[in-house]
């Protein structure tokens, strides 16, 4: 989610912190099997395009999609396939978006819950952290190198 479309959601009334929460600890895919496309409504009857349109997401397995049911439970979405467009369903992020993954792909699609993810969260997070030591400890290599010479 950009900067600018952050601030346009403010603007409009949605939580600073839950905005900045998603900004800062969700990293979405860039491509994917399946399109989620995340909405707020007023009410359940609304049609759900004419609700305030959060973002975009891809996802292609239960593990992606447990990430977006984490950070968008109680938001509206419709599920398209990425290969063709097909409209697989649309409704409220809660247990309906594994049920209509489990029927269109014929296996099933298990929720992960916070526990089971927050593992995942703290594995990309010590990644992350390891890479920025490697490349500390790199250009600590290199201005060394340039001082010695």
């Given at each position: 989610?950009?900067?600018?479309?952050?601030?346009?959601?403010?603007?409009?009334?949605?939580?600073?912190?839950?905005?900045?929460?998603?900004?800062?600890?969700?990293?979405?895919?860039?491509y994917?099997?399946?399109?989620?496309?995340?909405?707020?409504?007023?009410?359940?009857?609304?049609?759900?395009e004419?609700?305030?349109?959060?973002?975009?997401?891809?996802?292609?397995?239960?593990?992606?999609l447990?990430?977006?049911?984490?950070?968008?439970?109680?938001?509206?979405?419709?599920?398209?396939?990425?290969?063709?467009?097909?409209?697989?369903?649309?409704?409220?992020?809660?247990?309906?978006?594994?049920?209509?993954?489990?029927?269109?792909?014929?296996?099933?699609?298990?929720?992960?819950?916070?526990?089971?993810?927050?593992?995942?969260?703290?594995?990309?997070?010590?990644?992350?952290?390891?890479?920025?030591?490697?490349?500390?400890?790199?250009?600590?290599?290199?201005?060394?190198?340039?001082?010695?010479?």
């Amino acid at each position: 989610m950009t900067n600018e479309r952050i601030q346009t959601l403010i603007n409009l009334g949605f939580d600073k912190t839950w905005l900045q929460d998603i900004k800062d600890n969700f990293k979405p895919n860039t491509y994917g099997k399946y399109l989620i496309r995340i909405y707020d409504c007023e009410d359940l009857d609304q049609e759900i395009e004419t609700g305030i349109f959060i973002s975009n997401y891809y996802f292609s397995n239960e593990r992606d999609l447990s990430v977006i049911h984490h950070f968008f439970e109680g938001m509206f979405y419709i599920i398209n396939t990425v290969k063709d467009n097909e409209e697989l369903g649309r409704g409220i992020i809660d247990g309906a978006p594994f049920d209509e993954m489990e029927e269109y792909e014929g296996n099933p699609w298990r929720w992960l819950h916070c526990e089971e993810l927050s593992d995942e969260f703290k594995k990309r997070e010590e990644e992350r952290n390891q890479k920025i030591l490697e490349l500390n400890q790199k250009l600590m290599e290199r201005e060394n190198g340039y001082a010695q010479h």
